[in-house]
DNA sequence: TATTGTTATACTCTATAACTATA
DNA sequence: TATAGTTATAGAGTATAACAATA
């Protein structure tokens, strides 16, 4: 029973932090005039080139919603399309020279916010919850690899 | 050094559980046959009935984007209006009585699926992210009632 | 005057279905 | 046949600005 109320508590807590993170999202974007999508789209990209089809896993969209994502991120000159070299069906989106100040700079602003929260909590608590929530995905992860 | 890469695994670690979250809401809202945000909007009001204001707080929205979007719902059935008794300018959103059977079920199902990721913790684990999540949630509260 | 909520407007975001090109 | 990505379409989601009604 007690179990139970600790369980509900934890599930509060993640969709709590889910709207943390995408107001942080917002407000990082506004001030780099990107929409949400926009930002994390540039923030994924800062670690080097994506594949569409990686990229619509990792953001958790249909293929043809990503298109129009990129179109729209493309258009103002943050990324480009590049032919992958292997196979000519496929490409990779990287960020332009513009695009890599502004992902840079997003990146480092959702960073901050974010650390800043964590660097509230005790040394040893802030470990425990990077584990734990690396634990959490781990868990996720068997779970959809069935 | 190694204490920014610790903070740097929280924020990414922050990040992958909030995609892990949304998409938990539109897997289930779509078994349900609601949009993810539609999911978010019951599942709140499952608690009982919250005022405009407060709602565009709790969700992030503007006041006009939680028009239409009560608007789409309210449309379907599932919620409605009631005037505030004291403040004649205002609405209390409340669940119709098709609407608490979504709400209930999608609530049950999301919160099912959060909890099951976090059973897979050992239970001391499971009670310190829980604590660890409180906390950071509390940080932020600090720093917005600025 | 300030607050609560809506309307009007113009985008962006998103999924579904049908398609093209390549593997 | 299967996969990578696009196009077409329709609707949902969102913010900004201007507004109405009430406090």
């Not at 139970?4 to 807590?13: L, S």
């Not at 889910?18 to 990082?28: D, G, P, S, Y």
């Not at 990324?79 to 992958?84: P, Y």
């Not at 840079?104 to 800043?116: F, K, S, W």
Request: hydrophobic content about 40%.
């Amino acid at each position: 029973m007690s179990e139970n109320a600790q369980e509900t508590r934890i599930a509060d807590a993640l969709i709590q932090v889910t709207r943390l993170v995408e107001r942080v999202f917002a407000e990082v974007g506004r001030h780099c005039e990107l929409t949400p999508q926009q930002a994390q789209l540039l923030c994924l990209l800062t670690d080097g080139p994506i594949g569409m089809t990686d990229l619509s896993r990792l953001l958790n969209l249909e293929k043809s919603s990503l298109t129009g994502l990129v179109d729209r991120v493309e258009r103002r000159g943050l990324v480009a399309r590049h032919r992958d070299t292997c196979d000519r069906r496929a490409w990779h989106v990287a960020l332009t020279e513009e695009g890599q100040r502004a992902g840079a700079e997003t990146h480092d602003l959702v960073n901050a916010r974010l650390e800043a929260l964590a660097e509230d909590l005790p040394a040893s608590d802030r470990d425990q919850v990077a584990a734990a929530l690396v634990h959490l995905l781990a868990a996720h992860r068997r779970t959809t690899a069935d």
